[in-house]
């Protein structure tokens, strides 16, 4: 079945330092690739999104392409803050045409940027 | 515009109680879907709903079981509570003509004790 699997955390970083959290997929068809982000106590932010191969999603400083070669999705950002510290979860939409199906979410980077 | 809406924020319950969660969709969203968080993993996705009916369905038991009303709300409910439901439940609601992209609330966090 369709899943993902993101790096292992919990990854610190000092402010100003370049991110990278590593995001791969197994699925069928031609997925949607999201990233959400949550900060400690709140629900799930969508923090970007591509839908098809070679897309790129981009917010807040934050990229990722859609590489359907790699089956991979990696989210980068040059120049991380104290603010971006919270727990980032990479998804796919397991969907049919336009219809909205369910997210499979990978278990989550806890990212930690200290000043 | 009031974003996806979810009541109670916390929730304390005891083994073999009966519990319901509810939802209000972000204005302009007609699908409503449910996912659960336990601590440190990522949401697992219970069900969905669109226009009252359940359309797709994770791998959860029938004790856990939803609807859907008129107005786009949602409600989960789970039967016969077990220890390993303590989580934080997540509504997220979408519009059907938008491809995919669904909206969280913030959660509604349960205690089974």
């Known amino acids: 079945g369709n899943s993902v699997t993101q790096m292992e955390g919990p990854v610190t970083l000092s402010e100003e330092a370049f991110l990278t959290i590593n995001c791969t997929y197994t699925a069928t068809g031609y997925p949607s690739l999201f990233w959400y982000v949550q900060y400690p106590g709140e629900g799930l932010q969508l923090l970007l999104k591509?839908?098809?191969?070679?897309d790129k999603g981009s917010n807040k400083g934050f990229e990722a392409t859609y590489r359907k070669e790699t089956t991979s999705f990696h989210l980068e950002k040059g120049s991380v803050q104290v603010s971006d510290s919270a727990v980032y979860f990479c998804?796919?939409?397991?969907?049919?045409?336009?219809?909205?199906?369910?997210?499979?979410f990978g278990q989550g980077t806890e990212l930690s940027v200290k000043p | 515009d009031a974003g996806v809406t979810q009541s109670p924020t916390h929730l304390i319950k005891t083994r073999g109680q009966q519990v319901t969660l509810r939802c209000s969709p972000k204005?302009?969203?007609?699908?409503v879907s449910w996912y659960q968080q336990a601590l440190g993993q990522g949401p697992q996705f219970i069900f969905q709903y669109y226009e009252e009916e359940e359309r797709q369905r994770g791998n959860f038991p029938d004790r856990f079981s939803g609807h859907q009303f008129p107005n786009y709300s949602s409600e989960l409910n789970v039967n016969a509570l077990l220890l390993g439901d303590s989580a934080l439940y997540l509504c997220a609601s979408s519009s059907s003509g938008a491809k995919n992209i669904q909206y969280f609330g913030a959660g509604t966090r349960l205690s089974v004790l």
């Open positions: 204005s302009g969203h007609d699908t």
């Open positions: 591509a839908t098809k191969a070679d």
């Open positions: 998804a796919l939409s397991d969907h049919q045409g336009n219809q909205g199906g369910k997210l499979i």
